[in-house]
């Protein structure tokens, strides 16, 4: 068979959707830059391990419902697979692979020694009870066990998945070894293993990069107007942290739309509020808008911190900040990243900017694993000076090529996994 025949059937695989073929397009964009063989790079387009599984779960009124999960495992050059597990009703094959894609590269800019995973349910997660909750999370963890572990694959939160989720996951894994596993998961409650700091970690990384970059910049962070979108646990932390740094945060929003209010929005008291009602959709004071007001509102940094595919071609000319930092992973399309650069506006790209969570992700497990635990600002000075050398080096790469952030920063990960693979050789 010729290597284009081989190429082909790679062709039409289930997770060969548009998200995944994103992460691949912008993939290709910076091989050229990271002097990759050609044949490693054609093995870091496809991930490793690709599952789908039915779970099962007894509904509060005594129905049976089956939803499918999924779990997606790109590399596990570097050490284990590492990333989320998302309830959400888009979670997809093809999703999960994309951005088990990011993670790799993610971790590796980071000098994580990990790859990257991703996995989640497709299920509508406000809809159903904690029960409902905790039954569908005790049996997707039931249906992966023969594929995660500590040194295989170690799940963390992601979209509507958080603490209690990875309590839920713990107890799971830990009863079918016998005996108390907190490394099996990242983002636990302190009181069974969680590191303190893991919780604020992806919101106040993002933080500290945009802080970063507005000094190379020659910006006064505390004279900046933001916008956030998404007020969860990242963009609601982001929010926070921005204004704990004297910036002005004018517009925030939620699945329920956004909040406005040109002199600055009073965080505490909103994230105060979205944490009791469930969101946004019962506050009154302010101006009311939509996402898509949101995005396009004037402002000097726009942070997104909702979910993948937020700027696109349709919206990207219409954007009105100065700076994009994105605190999701994939919320800009390939189309807006090429409009904004001829826009001259920058964009500090999710694989960097997000990446605080799975630092502090990385701190949980190292300190789990030794069975001894660092105190809050040690955690804290370890992740700003990890994210500021990550950040410092997506700089160098992005001004000595003069290519954007986007590609500097997957040359720096890419770069590290492929002279891994290099090295490591073809098995068998
Ligand atoms: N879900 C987060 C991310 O996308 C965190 C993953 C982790 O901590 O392993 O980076």
Known sequence: MASTEHARSYEQLEYDTPLYRTAIAQFDQAVPYAQVDDGIAERLRHPERSIIVACPIKLDDG??????????????????????????????LGECAALAVWMTWKCALLRLPYGGAKGGVRCEPRAMSRGELERLTRRFTSELLPFIGPQEDIPA????????????????YSMQRGHAVPEIVTGKPIAVGGSVFRHEATGAGVVMIVARACERMGWKLAEQRCVVQ????????????????????VAVSDVSGGVYDPDGLDIPTLSAFAIEHGSLEAWQTGTRITNEELLELECDILVLAAREDQVRADNASRLNCRLVAEGANGPTSLEADEILRERGIPILPDILTNAGGVTVSYFEWVQDLGRLFWGRDEIRAKLAEKLNDAFDRVWEISHERGIPMRTAALVGG??????????RGLYP
């Open 63 to 92: 129905r049976r419902v089956v939803l499918p999960g999924y779990r997606v495992q790109h590399s596990s050059v570097l050490g284990p697979t590492k990333g989320g597990v998302r309830f959400d009703p888009e979670v997809t």
């Open 230 to 249: 998404g007020f969860g646990n990242v963009g609601g932390i982001a929010a926070q942290e921005l204004v704990d740094r004297g910036a002005t945060v």
């Open 157 to 172: 939160p992601d979209m509507a998945t958080n603490e209690q989720t990875m309590a839920w996951m713990m107890d799971t």
């Open 414 to 423: 890419i770069r590290d996994v492929s002279s891994a693979l290099e090295a």
